[in-house]
């Protein structure tokens, strides 16, 4: 079916490396649409040929402004114009998100067309908690601004999801093994391609590994959630109800406080502090 869509923007999801992967819906959409536009327009173009698609292309990306978004927003309301990146899922880790905001800030219909996503992907493969995820992008490259946001999430109890270069590899592995500890961790690269690995391994160990043989590509970093933290003794519960009882804290408010900073029950806190204070 060649018949044009319907007009709005279109979020289309396209492979990170398999082409097998583009979805039957996507592959429709990029043959419909009146406009595509591109991250980089010679990547796209190798997708465009897969699918024999014959459409007009346009840059957007990082250097697209105000302007452009403006000039693309006043087409949406009698063209179909899907929107892709360089590979998987548009607006994550990239700048789409303002064009979709100012669509729907002006009426416009948008429809997303899911496919592959280098994050979910390498969770797939690491083997680490999937429950809570938290997905961080990349890192800052200086030090200092680097290491400042590893304190930012390092108590966060989620596995934290981040893109890094084979170049700069190493350096935030051991960032990130200094400022979050003996975590677990997974490095995934070449996904869906021939050569896709996920390797294993404490932080410090996978730091070492690729400060000897850098590897190409853009890949993705997968970090275990902090370990539970010890469950405080009968013995620490005490002494803190001791001291605030000493304190002139009442048995409730003293359980209270202490219940909360310790993270026991308040009800065995409290029983506890009447004890103690028989």
């Known amino acids: 079916m060649n018949d044009p869509l319907p007009p709005g923007l279109y979020i289309v999801a396209t492979p990170i490396g398999n082409l097998g992967d583009l979805t039957m819906r996507a592959a429709d959409v990029l043959r419909r649409a009146a406009l595509v536009l591109a991250e980089d327009k010679r990547v796209s173009s190798r997708i465009m040929a897969h699918v024999d698609a014959h459409v007009p292309m346009r840059t957007y990306n990082d250097h697209s402004d105000s302007a452009d978004r403006d000039a693309i927003v006043a087409r949406l309301g009698q063209e179909a114009i899907a929107l892709v990146s360089d590979a998987g899922t548009p607006l994550i880790s990239d700048p789409g998100y ?3 905001r100012e669509a729907r800030a002006a009426g416009h219909n948008i429809v997303t067309v899911p496919g592959a996503c280098a994050a979910v992907a390498a969770l797939t493969l690491a083997g680490l908690p999937t429950d809570r995820f938290l997905f961080l992008g990349f890192l800052p490259a200086k030090e200092k601004a680097r290491a400042d946001a590893i304190a930012e999430v390092a108590a966060i109890r989620a596995t934290l999801v981040l893109y890094e270069s084979g170049p700069r590899l190493a350096a935030m592995l051991t960032a990130l093994a200094d400022g979050l500890g003996a975590r677990e961790g997974a490095v995934a690269r070449e ?3 021939l050569h896709e690995e996920c ?13 000897e043989a850098p590897p190409k ?16 003794s009968l013995e620490d519960l005490d002494s803190a109800l001791r001291a605030a009882l000493a304190a002139g804290e009442s048995p409730s408010r003293a359980a209270a406080a202490i219940a909360q900073r310790l993270g026991v029950r308040r009800k065995l806190a409290y029983e506890r502090a009447l004890e103690l204070g028989r």
């Open 191 to 193: 996904l869906t391609k």
């Open 217 to 232: 590509g853009e890949i993705v970093v997968v970090v275990g959630p902090p370990p539970d933290a010890e469950a405080p």
């Open 98 to 100: 303002k064009l979709v």
């Open 199 to 211: 390797v294993t391994g404490d932080l410090r160990e996978l730091a070492a590994r690729y400060a």
